[in-house]
């Protein structure tokens, strides 16, 4: 069974950066594509970024040029790297998982506050 935990969240600047890590406890095999997903206080949760096995990445509008997703196979991880944040950046920011059997997993998320 495939988990995920959510590491780096923190307190950021206008204008700073920050990276955000997900290790995946189990096996990556079974993993299809992951992604980073976000939510906001009173807002739906969105996603942020993801990435194929093959490498193809998608970015939202509002992160795209500023936000990169990877990931380390070999590590069993999966990066964002954020540049450039804003205060609309601030939420919850969650790590998922689609398996090849098209079940989706969550990590339990991790705060990012986007404030001078």
């Known amino acids: 069974q495939v988990q995920l935990a959510e590491s780096g969240g923190d307190l950021v600047q206008p204008g700073g950066s920050l990276k955000l890590s997900c290790t995946v406890s189990g096996s990556m095999f079974s993993i299809a594509a992951m992604g980073w997903y976000r939510q906001a206080p009173g807002k739906q949760r969105e996603l942020v970024a993801s990435?194929?096995?093959?490498?193809?990445?998608n970015y939202a509008d509002s992160v795209l040029g500023r936000f990169t997703i990877s990931r380390e196979n070999a590590k069993n991880m999966m990066h964002l790297q954020m540049t450039n944040l804003k205060p609309e950046d601030t939420g919850v920011y969650y790590c998922?998982?689609?398996?090849?059997?098209?079940?989706?997993?969550w990590g339990q998320g991790t705060q990012v506050t986007v404030s001078s």
């Open positions: 998922n998982a689609r398996t090849k059997r098209w079940d989706s997993i």
């Open positions: 990435i194929q096995n093959s490498g193809t990445t």
